[in-house]
């Protein structure tokens, strides 16, 4: 007979919440690429290469932490985020680089537009999880997706405007999420609402 017989191992998951790590990303990206939408400096490297590094890399390692943990949500919203981040920069570097066509304004809206349908059925999810940061979140940047829909379907430069407005309260929201989550989290108890 075995000397273990009888004896069991528990396994006690001590990695940490990957949230805030994706809600970073998107934060800080997003607020960079919006201040590119209002006027502030033009799109240039500085915005591909925070939607390569954070907002691409950071949200995909959010969802592919947040799988591990069992968080079917978080894993697939920060991946597929994440994901979007990559697209986007691929959209301005390949162009650039000679390896595609740019893309019509039509096509950027059918791309924005089916982002935004996806982030309207995680918004609706999002109902279900009462997490009120988190909702506000997903419905600015639903609202985000179908304004620059509409911006890159018509060329409405004064809507472009307003989208980088929403898209800057967006990321606020975003940065606000995942701080309010890290400083919770570090004080044990509920320091800043969600």
Same mark, same amino acid.
């Given at each position: 007979?075995? =000397?273990?017989?009888?004896?069991?191992?528990?396994?006690?998951?001590?990695?940490? %919440? *990957?949230?805030?790590?994706?809600?970073?990303?998107?934060?800080?990206?997003?607020?960079?690429?919006s201040?590119?939408?209002?006027?502030?400096?033009?799109? =240039?490297?500085?915005?591909?290469?925070?939607?390569?590094?954070?907002g691409?890399?950071?949200?995909?390692?959010?969802?592919?932490?947040?799988?591990?943990?069992?968080?079917?949500?978080?894993?697939?919203?920060?991946?597929?985020?994440?994901?979007?981040?990559?697209?986007?920069?691929?959209?301005?570097?390949?162009? *650039?680089?000679?390896?595609?066509?740019?893309?019509?304004g039509?096509?950027?809206?059918?791309?924005?537009?089916?982002?935004?349908?996806?982030?309207?059925?995680?918004?609706?999810?999002?109902?279900?999880?009462?997490?009120?940061?988190?909702?506000?979140?997903?419905?600015?940047?639903?609202?985000?997706f179908m304004?620059?829909?509409?911006? %890159?379907?018509?060329?409405?430069?004064?809507?472009?405007?307003?989208?980088?407005?929403?898209?800057?309260?967006?990321?606020?929201?975003?940065m606000?999420?995942?701080?309010?989550?890290?400083?919770? =989290?570090?004080?044990?108890?509920?320091?800043?609402?969600?």
């Open positions: 007979m075995s =000397e273990n017989a009888g004896t069991s191992t528990v396994i006690v998951d001590k990695t940490a %919440n *990957a949230a805030p790590l994706g809600f970073t990303g998107l934060g800080l990206a997003a607020v960079l690429l201040l590119s939408y209002i006027g502030v400096y033009p799109v =240039e490297s500085m915005i591909v290469s925070m939607a390569i590094f954070l691409g890399f950071a949200q995909v390692f959010a969802g592919i932490m947040s799988w591990k943990k069992g968080d079917i949500f978080a894993g697939t919203a920060f991946s597929a985020f994440g994901l979007f981040w990559f697209s986007l920069a691929g959209l301005l570097v390949m162009p *650039a680089m000679g390896w595609a066509s740019p893309s019509s039509i096509a950027m809206a059918a791309y924005l537009f089916t982002w935004g349908v996806y982030t309207f059925v995680m918004l609706i999810i999002t109902m279900k999880i009462g997490v009120r940061a988190l909702q506000f979140v997903f419905v600015t940047l639903f609202i985000l304004l620059l829909a509409i911006v %890159n379907a018509t060329g409405n430069a004064g809507l472009l405007v307003v989208a980088g407005y929403v898209g800057l309260i967006m990321g606020l929201g975003s606000y999420t995942a701080l309010a989550m890290v400083m919770n =989290e570090i004080h044990g108890k509920a320091v800043a609402p969600l």
